[in-house]
């Protein structure tokens, strides 16, 4: 019994999130997707006739559109076998004493009260497909902000999600981008009034718990002209021996003169596809920011995109990806420059390890109008092992004469001679390594909220265990 | 009046083989693909018409003193049919990829043969421009440097040229073997699509210097091999575009073994409402430890209506290599003009001077003096008028 009971504590130990609640649904959709299914999810949250068009039309959508050509093998991914919604607890809470005692220990793990209790503005934490848990500073709330999950906005401000719902993000994008259409759950509202500047980043924290789950949130973050805002999300999900899903749907504007970073941490466990489509609009003299790490799943594809509509507008794109063991990232970006003088920066870096394959897959793209814009991008790999692989396959196009494009990129293994460095001042090789690799990701670690950060530190850390140059 | 491919084979007296290889790639080609980038360059197949086959060696004296043989194919592949059996079109270029290739060689009007001997050395470079028929359409040239071999070539378009034209050029090289390759493509051809492929032996080493001047749409393609260990490649590429013109430019070298290094450098310059593609692929196979594989891409738009689009990629399975690329598509620097205006300079000459220095330093390398002129002064009369 005892070395049983060892086993089941080695099992947890592989993964730090990888405990499971034991919480039953209250309400489940079953296995597969069918037309029903998406009528069902609609009426069950008693939603606006208009909303049940755009799931019914993007369902139409999704059923015709091929599965994706290019980068990783989906073979396996059974989309017939995912339940498409289950709803984990009657009512969404707003005071954190009223949300279930055993989801409450999942979040106590993973950390959100404290986080919130400390310096955050609002926490939101997602459960599978709907939003247990969503409350915002009084203080923000006076100013206007309005952050709360999307079904409850949907109630409340109708008008403002049904100016926006779609608009950036559609589903004729992809084939995944169609399915959260239809079935989307849950996810983040945040609306950023004229003006206002939130100063302490907004947070929110999406888990999938049980297996075969598709989680779909759909997040819609508008910030009004002149406002700025700093959203921060983490993502997690235990380990189960059946394939998860998440495909969410993320669609940020970004109006004149205004400013949105949007820092994502992704580390699901590695039976989750993460099928993500992000996409963002910024206007005259706007910024946006993509901080996007991925350090789980067993597939990502995400290309974060931001289409650059008004002059002077500036898109950033920072990423880290990390493939260890059976992990396939395939992320990159996409920079849309549609009018003059618009500028972007794409800085991308990849670790892979023990069989671990990292692509990046970007398009920066300038039509014959956006004159005098300019692009920088740069995307370095660290390839460890003889196992792992990267690929990198960038696309620049400039349809005019007066723009400027920089790209460079460098794929090499650790450096022998910064390795041969360290080690003559004392370090083990592993300690040596691991302090280079923390040194790559730097330019992106430096950018994330200081506990996300050291969160980050952790997660490198614990993906560095045994391994030796 | 025009024959069919097995008529025309027998006008010139090919071997059987050959006759049959063409008779079967003529057949299966419809079953196979054309490739969507390669559907504007899949040309209706030329007329054939008999032509006289000059049986000779024609390698000037001094070098057939040596041993090196340049002959027509159709001739050489009488007189050699186990080298050329062995090697047209199945190793470096593959008539059964895709229905181009197999039309090409269905209805080949053109070819040459370049042997050069095992250890022969030779400085000056060789021209083989007159080995094929500049006005066919399909034309090919097969290229065996033996081990040891040390040699240049110079191939340069005249300017009488079909209405398409095609020339798929094979490169192959044995151990140690060192060969350089100038290629001037100068067409006035409304469409124009060249292939160069290479398949390196042990520690050979390949450098090819290409010249892109094409008038109307244009393809270069180029594929090297890196499989023997130790094998270097480099390509460097100059292409110039103007008026309406599009222009394509896909490289690719493969590492395949140990020791390997792959180099790809590029520069052109769009004017005009032309536009220019460069899709470059360095790929490291997991075999390849000790490898790098690097591209350095650059075009220079001159109007603002020009058109760049550079697609560098790295296909990477191995872990103990460099790889890496650099790319950048942008304007005249205006502060180089700003300087040049205030020496005097108008700006229509500044903007002259400051594009030929871009391509100078790869035209230079071209040793045949009368080539280099003639590029410059494409160069001159496009850019400067």
Known sequence: MISIDKSIQHLNDDYQYGFKDDVKPVFS??????EDIVREISAQKHEPEWMLDIRLNAFKIFQKLPMPEFGPDLSDLDLSKIRYFQRATDSVSRS?????????NTFEKIGVPEAER?????????????????????????????????????????????????????????????LNTAVWSGG??????????????????????????????????????????????????????????????????????????????????????????????????ATMEWVDGNLGSKVTMKYPSIDLNGPYANGTMLSIAFAS????????????????????NVVSKSICKDGGTC??????????????????????????????????????????????????????????????????????????????????????????????????????????????? | MSMSVQEFALSHNEPQWLTVKRIVANDMKNTMRVPAPLRKFHFESPELNPRSIDTQNLAPK????????????????????????????????????????????????????????????????????????????????????????????????????????????????????????????????????????????????????????????????????????????????????DQNQNQVVQTKIINKSPNTSGLISQRGIVADKSKTVYDTTGQIKLEASDSDSDQISRLLTLSPESKGKIDPILLIDNHDVVAGHAASVGKVNPEQLYYLKTRGIDAKTARFLLTRGFLTPLIEKFPDKSVQEHLLNNLEERIHG
């Open chain 2, 62 to 241: 001094n070098l057939q003193d040596l041993g090196i043989i340049m002959m027509d194919l159709f001739a050489a592949a009488n007189e050699f049919p186990e080298l050329i059996q062995e090697n047209l079109m199945e190793k470096a270029i593959y008539w059964r990829d895709n229905a181009l290739n197999a039309n090409h060689l269905a209805y080949l009007q053109s070819g040459g043969f370049v042997f050069i001997p095992k250890d022969v050395c030779v400085d000056e470079s060789i021209d083989i421009s007159d080995l094929v028929d500049h006005n066919m359409q399909e034309k090919h040239l097969l290229i065996i440097a033996a081990s040891g071999s040390e040699v240049s070539f110079t191939y340069k378009d005249s300017k009488q040229q079909p209405k398409n034209d095609r020339l798929m050029i094979e490169v192959l090289l044995g151990d140690h073997a060192n060969v350089s390759f100038y290629d001037a493509a100068m067409t006035n051809s409304e469409k124009s699509h060249r292939v160069l492929n290479a398949y390196l032996a042990q520690n050979a080493n390949l450098k090819t210097y290409v010249g892109l001047f094409n008038h109307g749409d244009s393809r270069y393609y180029s594929n090297i091999d890196l499989d023997g260990m130790g094998s270097s490649a480099r390509i460097n590429l100059v292409s110039l575009s």
């Open chain 1, 118 to 178: 400390k310096y955050l503005a609002g926490a939101e934490a997602q459960y599978e497909s709907e939003a247990v848990y969503a409350n915002i500073k009084k203080e923000f709330a006076d100013m206007g902000i309005i952050f709360s999950d999307t079904d409850t906005a949907l109630k409340e401000h109708p008008d403002l999600v049904k100016e926006y719902f779609g608009k950036l993000v559609t589903p004729q994008m992809n084939k995944f981008a169609a």
């Open chain 1, 96 to 104: 954190w004493d009223d949300v279930p005692e055993n989801i409450k």
């Open chain 1, 359 to 469: 692509n990046y897959r970007g398009t920066i793209r300038m039509i014959e109008d956006a004159h005098y814009s300019k692009s920088h991008i740069e995307c370095d790999t660290i390839i460890m092992d003889d196992d792992s692989m990267s690929d990198t396959i960038p696309h620049n196009d400039i349809y005019n004469g007066d723009s400027e494009i920089e790209h460079e990129a460098k794929v090499s293994k650790i450096s022998e001679t910064d390795l041969y460095y360290l080690m003559s001042r004392g370090l083990s090789e592993a300690q040596a390594t691991k302090m280079i690799i923390m040194g790559f990701i730097e330019p992106f670690s430096n950018q994330l909220p200081m506990e996300y950060a050291m969160e980050l530190n952790k997660l490198i850390d614990y993906q560095m265990e045994d391994s030796v140059g």
């Open chain 1, 29 to 34: 959709t079953g296995d597969g997707l069918t």
């Open chain 1, 188 to 285: 983040v509202f945040l609306y950023v009034p004229k003006g206002v500047h939130a100063k302490i980043p907004i947070q929110a924290f999406f888990r999938i718990n049980a297996g075969r789950t598709g989680q779909f949130e759909r997040t819609l973050i508008i910030v009004d002209e002149d406002a700025s805002v700093n959203y921060v999300e983490g993502c997690t999900a235990p380990n189960y021996s059946e394939d998860s899903l998440h495909a969410a749907d993320v669609e940020v504007f970004v109006k004149k003169n205004a400013f949105c970073r949007y820092t994502t941490i992704q580390n699901w466990s590695d039976n989750v596809y993460s099928l993500e489509t992000k996409r963002a609009s910024a206007d005259e003299n």
């Open chain 1, 325 to 344: 063991g059976d992990i396939y990232q395939d992320t990159g970006c996409i920079m849309r420059h549609h009018a003059p003088h618009t500028s972007s």
